[in-house]
């Protein structure tokens, strides 16, 4: 195994006996913790870890204690300075309402689209999982759009939270434990992993 990092200096890992690295989540902060700089929604109010009508949120049966709960169609936005690499979410309809034609999901970073819009989501329908490369970004937007009408359509940013990754890398050859510490993990791409995947990674320059 072989991995460069942004200096294009190898680091052949075939000469270690071992090696191991820890992903740890640094300077993780939930959305509903931080202040938005602006939200507007079609009806009822922004729910901080609650729904817009004040309900613990829940998709499809499975309840959560962080996140945001508005209604479509609806902007939520946030002024990050560029401080986070990575934004993710589990989005759905939320439990509380199900008369509504069904509502997608949208990211938009610096107004750049970076997810969505998502499928249909209808009451019932399982929940999904976003992760998202929000590097060097400043203006974070969560947009739900409404089908054909607004009715019910209450949408769950469950979980949604911003924040960097970080790696502790400990490799030990022949000559004794070598220690690399605050080196940082960059997008992975394919992901899921696979043949062709390319894992790239910052680490100190004495590395």
Same mark, same amino acid.
């Given at each position: 195994m072989k991995a460069y990092s942004d200096n294009d200096k190898c680091i052949d890992f075939t000469q270690f006996r071992e090696f191991r690295i820890t992903k740890i989540d640094t300077n993780c902060v939930y959305l509903s913790d931080l202040d938005c700089s602006y939200y507007w929604q079609e009806w009822g109010n922004l729910g901080l870890d609650e729904t817009c009508e004040g309900n613990t949120l829940s998709i499809a049966g499975q309840e959560y204690d962080k996140g945001l709960g508005t209604h479509a169609n609806g902007i939520i936005r946030y002024e990050l300075e560029g401080k986070y690499n990575w934004f993710s979410a589990i989005i759905g309809h939320d439990d509380e309402s199900n008369c509504g034609d069904g509502l997608t999901f949208e990211v938009k970073l610096d107004s750049v689209s970076i997810f969505g819009p998502s499928k249909v989501f209808m009451y019932g329908d399982p929940p999904e999982q976003i992760e998202l490369n929000i590097a060097g970004g400043n203006i974070l937007e969560l947009i739900v759009h409404a089908g054909e009408n607004n009715w019910c359509d209450h949408a769950d940013w469950a979980e949604a939270k911003v924040w960097n990754d970080s790696i @502790? *890398? %400990?490799?030990?050859? @022949? +000559?004794? #434990?070598?220690?690399? @510490?605050? +080196? +940082?993990? %960059?997008?992975?791409? /394919? @992901? /899921?992993?696979?043949? #062709? *995947?390319i894992i790239s990674f910052k680490a100190p320059s004495e590395y």
């Amino acid at each position: 195994m072989k991995a460069y990092s942004d200096n294009d200096k190898c680091i052949d890992f075939t000469q270690f006996r071992e090696f191991r690295i820890t992903k740890i989540d640094t300077n993780c902060v939930y959305l509903s913790d931080l202040d938005c700089s602006y939200y507007w929604q079609e009806w009822g109010n922004l729910g901080l870890d609650e729904t817009c009508e004040g309900n613990t949120l829940s998709i499809a049966g499975q309840e959560y204690d962080k996140g945001l709960g508005t209604h479509a169609n609806g902007i939520i936005r946030y002024e990050l300075e560029g401080k986070y690499n990575w934004f993710s979410a589990i989005i759905g309809h939320d439990d509380e309402s199900n008369c509504g034609d069904g509502l997608t999901f949208e990211v938009k970073l610096d107004s750049v689209s970076i997810f969505g819009p998502s499928k249909v989501f209808m009451y019932g329908d399982p929940p999904e999982q976003i992760e998202l490369n929000i590097a060097g970004g400043n203006i974070l937007e969560l947009i739900v759009h409404a089908g054909e009408n607004n009715w019910c359509d209450h949408a769950d940013w469950a979980e949604a939270k911003v924040w960097n990754d970080s790696i @502790n *890398t %400990i490799v030990e050859n @022949n +000559a004794g #434990q070598k220690v690399i @510490n605050n +080196a +940082a993990l %960059i997008q992975v791409y /394919p @992901n /899921p992993f696979n043949s #062709q *995947t390319i894992i790239s990674f910052k680490a100190p320059s004495e590395y």
